[in-house]
T-cell receptor, first 116, second 109 residues
């Protein structure tokens, strides 16, 4: 398995533009988490899905952020409009209930977003 | 006060030294995770603990549920162990993790 695949690896965009981050989970993983990492706040959970259904989106900072999981093999995190304070590394992580019980998640390589 | 506190924040060690990183938490948990993040940014799950001790190679993780405390030990440290080590706790309800701020470890040769 290729692991959790995130794209793009790096994104530089201008303030006000729409940004879409993508994640392909490991086949069979029914939990998908979106995390954001900044120097100031560390890792923070934004939203997680189970069986393609959003379970907890309390970490989504504001209405500019939205996430979807249209099917078991794809999720997107969209920021519209983007702001410089959205600059961070965004990680996608996936797991199954059984794997979570044993060791946790498998993380993607992250998308480094810079909003100028 | 953060729900998950790690210490130290930064740690520099000489190759071969025994290293301990500590994690304290203030909420009831069902499990505790130790993660490793290398300079390139990738994050790897090292351990998941709900009681006792786990060992993998030179890494040992322990947890004391009553004292709400966990430690990650690295024996015979090596420069390739240089990374950020992150403690995260899973609440009793649901699958959310709350993360500590991380410990930056540098092992010098």
């Amino acid at each position: 398995d290729a692991g959790v695949i995130q794209s793009p690896r790096h994104e530089v965009t201008e303030m006000g533009q729409e940004v879409t981050l993508r994640c392909k989970p490991i086949s069979g993983h029914d939990y998908l988490f979106w995390y954001r990492q900044t120097m100031m706040r560390g890792l923070e959970l934004l939203i997680y899905f189970n069986n393609n259904v959003p379970i907890d989106d309390s970490g989504m900072p504001e209405d500019r952020f939205s996430a979807k999981m249209p099917n078991a093999s794809f999720s997107t995190l969209k920021i519209q409009p983007s702001e410089p304070r959205d600059s961070a590394v965004y990680f996608c992580a996936t797991t199954t209930q059984g794997e979570f019980t044993n060791y946790g998640y498998t993380f993607g390589s992250g998308t480094r977003l810079t909003v100028v | 006060k953060n729900e998950v506190e790690q210490s130290p924040q930064n740690l520099t060690a000489q190759e071969g030294e025994f290293i301990t990183i500590n994690c304290s938490y203030s909420v009831g948990i069902s499990a505790l995770h130790w993660l490793q993040q290398h300079p390139g940014g990738g994050i790897v799950s090292l351990f998941m603990l709900s009681s006792g001790k786990k060992k993998h190679g030179r890494l040992i993780a322990t947890i004391n549920i009553q004292e709400k405390h966990s430690s990650l030990h690295i024996t015979a440290s090596h420069p390739r162990d240089s990374a950020v080590y992150i403690c995260a706790v899973r609440s009793r309800y649901g699958n959310k993790l709350v993360f500590g701020a991380g410990t930056i470890l540098r092992v010098k040769s």
